[in-house]
């Protein structure tokens, strides 16, 4: 059983399409992630959400909005994508920012194809 | 920066054997944690093992094990008693106590099991 549920798990979009990933978790943590995993390749970091604040932007581009509506909850809102955004969109929680020994635990994932 | 390397990109054990999987990495830094991450094609990263830089004692969890080495900047991680369950996708990652560190992964190493 994972303890951070992504939903949906596939999703297929035109270019002109508006969706948005979910996130959630319910371990208490204060500090969530998103991250694109391209196939075989580890994942990339892109936001980051500190006691609900974007603490972290990794350059991505503006058609990736990150939105974190409470402490359990993350999204990602996706807008006029391109196709090489095609990738697997990781969820991730842990502790806190500052405590860097907390292991992050990550969900199981979006399949997200553009077309 | 932080770089963490897996040189290694493919390997196979024989179900029940043991097999080592390496990692190294380079840090300036004297004070840090290790991860092991397995994502099995379920998509799911998994936490396998955590290692505290200040800590010398290696860490165990079932049967897995790592070897860390601080003077030589390694950090392998060995199964033992391997079973088809395992097979997966691992990565070695880095992160560093300093505020807003990220966490940094190598490239990743296929592990296949043979029955």
């Known amino acids: 059983d994972t303890e951070v549920t992504q939903t949906p798990k596939h999703l297929v979009m035109g270019m002109t399409n508006k969706k948005s990933l979910k996130c959630e978790q319910h371990?208490?943590?204060?500090?969530m992630y998103w991250y694109k995993q391209k196939a075989k390749k580890p994942p990339e970091l892109m936001f980051v959400?500190?006691?609900?604040?974007?603490?972290i932007n990794e350059s991505v581009p503006s058609r990736f909005s990150p939105e974190c509506p409470n402490s359990s909850l993350l999204n990602l809102h996706l807008h006029a994508l391109q196709p090489e955004d095609s990738a697997l969109y990781l969820c991730?929680?842990?502790?806190?920012?500052?405590?860097?020994?907390?292991?992050?635990?990550f969900g199981n994932g979006t399949r997200l194809t553009v077309t | 920066a932080q770089t963490v390397t897996q040189s290694q990109p493919e390997m196979s054990v024989q179900e029940a054997e043991t097999v080592t999987l390496s990692c190294t990495y380079d840090?300036?830094?004297?004070?840090?944690?290790l991860f092991w991450y397995k994502q099995p094609p379920s998509r799911q990263m998994i936490l396998v093992i955590r290692?505290?830089?200040?800590?010398?004692q290696n860490a165990t969890e079932n049967r897995f094990s790592v070897n860390f080495q601080k003077a030589a900047k390694s950090f392998s991680l060995k199964i033992s008693d391997s079973q088809l369950g395992d097979a997966a996708m691992y990565f070695c990652?880095?992160?560093?106590?300093?505020?807003?560190?990220?966490?940094?992964f190598g490239k990743g190493i296929t592990l296949s099991v043979r029955p």
């Open positions: 991730a929680s842990s502790q806190d920012v500052t405590v860097m020994g907390s292991p992050l635990h």
């Open positions: 371990m208490g943590h204060r500090a």
């Open positions: 959400y500190s006691y609900e604040k974007l603490s």
């Open positions: 840090t300036s830094e004297s004070d840090y944690y």
């Open positions: 290692q505290e830089a200040y800590k010398q």
């Open positions: 990652a880095y992160r560093s106590t300093a505020a807003n560190s990220k966490l940094t």
